[in-house]
């Protein structure tokens, strides 16, 4: 690639100017990412993608469009300015929309203290597929597995430049490193399937393929021969590996877009309880080796640690400038864009409360109940917060694991459900939502 990244958002800037913009931002990212995938002990398939795409807004009073490509040609780089510009004159006027004023803007940060990139060489393509093999072979070692499904490996490089007429203009790169593995156990109409998947920004803080591969062996063996439990009302404990789509509701309820609209079941809850007290949520969008850390956000304003739920508390909602500005707030540095959409506000690093007990004294403090593993569909109302989706797992007796059940769905309404969450200590350190294993109680579940 000729062009670096800073120098193809100026030249998006210089364009929109000459096009007629009075404001304008860009955004210039750039990728190359590895996969491979083996099945039968045979190399099945291996992709290499490299790739750059730029992304345009351009304002015009209170009037914006966006506009984006994959060719970074001058004469590209010109028709998507003038295209921008044209559309932006019949676009809507939005009251909120505009680049952040310079004051706001972040000037200085440390990328090197945020560990985003491995500085490692890019792995050969023989390791990858060695990883993938050596996953594969293990979990077809397990006893009770039939088949792998799949075994992959893969590797990507992102780095992203963005620049705006107000002056800011900052860059970083991210790197991560995954190996995951899909197990089958039984036959014909009876199999039943599990995974692993673990992925790292540094190559060096991966597990060992055979044990991803042996994880998913022996989690595919496990769900043989599921029933269907008693219709009824129980203690729900929600596995760690999908705990975190519990709180991702409560995320998406605080949300700035939902809570401008109207449209949240929490658009009321500021200052109130919606956890249990003792626990909180905080975003720290500085923790190193973190998927979804960040110096800066979509609108370069300077990232810091926040507490979204305090003591069970609600604290704020997840802005950027626009959804800010509708709802009378400043920015809480949560925007986040791609190059084919304005802004957004999104969280990063969350960590939720970790508790005193295990995941398996949860289960024998409720005795009967049921440990989910997996949710299948979604039928949750953004309003209202009524919660029903399909799940597998295992049914808990005597406080243990009695039998593997599927085919069932779990029902409740989130603000109760929420508020009555009991954490286990399991949470994995290295994941963008650190959240435990959590007991839900009295969720109604329909099954026979």
């Known amino acids: 690639m000729s062009d670096t990244l800073s120098s193809l958002t100026a030249r998006l800037l210089d364009a929109a100017r000459a096009a007629g913009a009075e404001a304008a931002d860009a955004i210039a990212m750039q990728g190359t990412s590895i996969s491979i995938d083996v099945r039968g002990g045979a190399l099945e398939q291996a992709e290499r993608a490299e790739g750059t795409d730029i992304g345009l807004r351009v304002l015009i009073g209170r009037r914006q469009a966006n506009v984006s490509a994959s060719d970074t040609s001058d004469a590209t780089i010109a028709a998507m300015a003038e295209r921008a510009v044209a559309m932006a004159r019949e676009a809507p006027e939005d009251p909120h929309a505009g680049l952040a004023d310079p004051s706001q803007l972040a000037t200085a940060w440390d990328i090197a203290a945020l560990e985003m990139a491995d500085p490692a ?21 397990v006893p009770g597995v039939s088949q792998v499904l799949s075994a992959s490996a893969g590797y990507g490089r992102r780095a992203v430049h963005l620049a705006a007429t107000n002056g800011f203009a900052g860059g970083y790169t991210r790197t991560d490193t995954g190996i995951s593995c899909g197990a089958i156990s039984g036959e014909g109409t009876a199999m039943e399937r ?49 705990a975190s789509g519990l709180i991702g509701h409560l995320l998406q309820a605080i949300n700035g877009t939902a809570i401008a609209r109207g449209a949240s079941w929490l658009r009321d ?20 080796r973190a998927s979804a850390s960040r110096p800066f956000d979509g609108e370069g304003l300077p990232t810091a640690r926040r507490t979204l739920v305090e003591n069970g508390i609600l604290q704020g909602w997840t802005l950027d400038l626009s959804t800010g500005r509708k709802l009378g707030l400043p920015s809480t540095a949560n925007a986040a864009r791609g190059t084919s959409a304005p802004p957004a506000p999104s969280v990063s690093n969350i960590a939720l409360t970790q508790g005193d007990r295990t995941r398996e004294q949860l ?15 979604s039928s949750i109302n953004p309003t209202t917060g009524d919660y029903s989706r399909g799940a597998s797992g295992f049914w808990i007796e005597n406080g243990e694991p009695a039998f593997p059940v599927n085919e069932i769905t779990l029902a ?28 839900v109680e009295g969720l109604t579940l329909a099954g026979e």
Not at 121 to 141: I, K, M, Q, S, T
Not at 198 to 222: H, K, L, N, V, Y
Not at 363 to 377: D, K, R
Not at 412 to 434: C, F, W, Y
Request: aromatic share 4%; hydrophobic share 45%.
């Open 363 to 377: 289960m024998a403090e409720i005795g009967t109940g049921l440990l989910v593993t997996s949710m299948i569909g």
């Open 194 to 242: 599990d995974y692993c998947g673990e992925s790292r920004i540094w190559a060096a803080d991966m597990p060992d393929a055979d044990w991803i591969g042996r994880t998913a062996g022996e989690r595919a063996a496990a769900r043989f021969g599921p029933r269907r439990p008693k219709t009824g009302a129980y203690p729900v404990i929600f596995d760690e590996r999908i």
């Open 269 to 288: 809850a500021m200052g109130e309880q919606v956890l249990p007290k003792g626990l909180s949520i905080v975003e720290d969008p500085l923790r190193p």
């Open 121 to 141: 060489p890019e792995p050969a393509p023989a390791a990858l597929e060695d990883a993938a093999r050596r996953a594969e072979a293990a979990a077809l070692a």
């Open 412 to 439: 409740g309404n989130l603000r109760d459900m929420l508020k009555t969450i009991v954490p286990a200590n399991d949470a994995r350190a290295h994941l963008s939502r650190v959240v435990p294993s959590l007991l």
